[in-house]
């Protein structure tokens, strides 16, 4: 290893962390209209798709832990958007489903991947591309439980 290693413009974690980052600060002012956060609008995707889902399998689902969710679920849950609830199976385990109020705001939510689609400067083909290269680290990610 040398010194040129260690310099900013040569690590591959510095643009994707830029550039997650500025993705997600151009959704703040759409979800901002639907009074929500990046995570919890990634969360109700999940639960707009599926309606109920467990904790754990949400986690897996959007790569968060228990921590960072529980307090997420608990402001969609007081803003009305979902229920929480015990498993009756396993008291351990907490049930997410998703309210009229949590569909309702779907409606709402569906212009944000086209105005979203529209501030990205990639052709149809150069984003499918980024999408499966993104998907092959996760897809690393996930099969050696760490981080990439």
């Known amino acids: 290893m040398n010194e040129q290693s260690l310099r900013l413009e040569n690590q591959l974690c510095f643009p994707l962390y830029a550039a997650a980052k500025g993705v997600i600060s151009r959704y703040k002012p759409l979800l901002d ?3 929500l956060t990046y995570t919890q609008y990634i969360t109700m ?3 707009w798709e599926d309606k109920r889902i467990g904790v754990k399998d949400l986690g897996r689902r959007l790569y968060l ?3 960072t969710l529980t307090p997420l679920l608990k402001r969609l ?4 958007f979902v229920r929480r609830a015990r498993c009756a199976g396993d008291e351990r385990a ?3 489903t998703i309210t009229e109020a949590g569909e ?3 409606e709402k939510a569906l212009e944000v991947p086209a105005k979203m689609g529209k501030c990205m400067p990639l052709s149809p083909e150069e984003a499918g591309t980024l999408y499966a290269l993104l998907y092959k680290l996760l ?3 996930c099969r050696e439980g ?3």
């Open 104 to 106: 309702k705001l779907k």
């Open 65 to 67: 832990d228990s921590g």
């Open 139 to 141: 897809e690393q990610e």
């Open 77 to 80: 849950e007081h803003k009305g």
């Open 33 to 35: 209209q639907l009074d």
């Open 94 to 96: 907490v049930l997410i």
């Open 45 to 47: 995707m999940v639960l």
């Open 146 to 148: 760490g981080a990439v």
